[in-house]
């Protein structure tokens, strides 16, 4: 029997991928429901014209046959969007950041413990990535040998004019560490082989949007895993020049060389995304990655079918969320324009 899964919540456009990557996975996509009239939705219903929308939330808690839910409503409505989900039998993916608080996660925590549902978050930054794919190869393959330091940037583009309210108030979408930080602590945890990660320093600071002071446009973090370091940054500036929303790198150094992952666009180099290079004692080479596959959703059925964990373990997305949660609320407040408003 074809798995059907639902949406609830409209109000980020990463629905486009979690709803994709599910149909592409084989599934039924059999309704959704939104509140409003979200910045999103003419876009989604132009890629899923026949996906019908339900005015009612309990149409889809309800109906037995719907056996996951995708949730990219407003960030500080997952935490009890999802709940609700799983205490009606649903597994659930949602969008990053899957929740805001300690209290939240706590609260998610002991209803995935209680109802025994999959809590999901879909970090599009990995899962719809298929140069990490090839990169998970390389680095199985030990072409970099150990691997001793992760650097990761995650510039996107502001698209001031198409955001909602809630997007310039840290406390309602996270903050930036909370929020787009949460890739790339998940990214670190995932190439280290760490369970978990101190995290050894952070900062955030609005240095360039005056209209909104509360706002968040730069942070960056240093994270610790054993023998592995890391560091990320984070920020809003992408130029409008750049072809794409943002220039999202990887670098992995290992103790016999090192590989950088340009996911998004090569600057001066080869066209599209997905490019993966590989330097080490013999070789320097570029990988075109973009026919590497995103796994990710396929597994995740493959584990609601079957109970089982192939696409992520659910005690790796739980400690992505603690972390990301830490470094923001243990950030150092820049003196930028935050501060003097």
């Known amino acids: 029997m074809t798995l059907k899964f639902a949406a609830f919540g409209l109000d980020h456009r990463h629905i486009y991928g979690m709803s994709q990557g599910m149909i592409d996975a084989g599934c039924t996509f059999a309704a959704y429901w939104t509140e409003g009239e979200p910045q999103p939705l003419a876009g989604f219903t132009k890629r899923f014209p026949d996906v019908a929308r339900v005015t009612n939330i309990d149409e889809i808690l309800n109906d037995e046959t719907i056996q996951l839910v995708l949730i990219a409503a407003a960030p500080k409505d997952r935490a009890r969007l999802s709940i609700e989900a799983m205490r009606h039998g649903k597994d ?3 969008d990053k950041p899957g929740c805001l608080t300690p209290k939240e ?3 998610i925590e002991a209803t995935i413990k209680a109802t025994g549902r999959i809590w999901s978050i879909n970090f599009s930054e990995r899962f719809e ?4 794919t090839l990169c998970d190869q390389l680095l199985a393959e030990r072409r970099i040998g150990e691997v001793v330091h992760i650097m990761a940037v995650g510039p996107h583009r502001l698209n001031a004019q198409m955001r909602p ?4 108030v840290p406390s309602e979408y996270g903050g930036i560490l909370g929020d787009i930080g949460a890739h790339q602590i998940d990214q670190f945890l995932h190439f280290s082989g760490a369970e978990t990660a101190e995290i050894t320093r952070s900062t955030v600071g609005n240095m360039n949007t005056p209209a909104h002071p509360k706002f968040q446009d730069f942070g960056e973090m240093n994270l610790s895993a054993g023998r592995v370091q890391g560091y990320v940054r984070l920020d809003w500036f992408t130029p409008d020049a750049a072809p794409n929303w943002g220039d999202g790198r990887v670098t992995i150094v290992g103790t016999e060389g090192y590989i950088e992952l340009r996911k998004y666009m090569d600057i001066g180099g080869q066209a599209g995304g997905d490019h993966v290079f590989l330097v080490n004692g013999t070789e320097c080479t570029r990988f075109d990655a973009s026919n590497a596959g995103t796994p ?4 995740l059925r493959h584990d609601i079918e079957n109970r089982t964990e192939t696409a992520c373990p659910q005690r790796h997305t739980l400690t992505v969320m603690r972390l990301a949660m830490e470094a923001q609320n243990q950030a150092i407040r820049l003196g930028t324009l935050a501060d003097r408003h």
């Open 92 to 94: 659930v993916m949602l």
């Open 296 to 299: 990710y959703f396929a597994h």
């Open 105 to 107: 996660l706590v609260a």
């Open 129 to 132: 990535v298929p140069a990490v």
């Open 165 to 168: 309210d809630w997007f310039w």
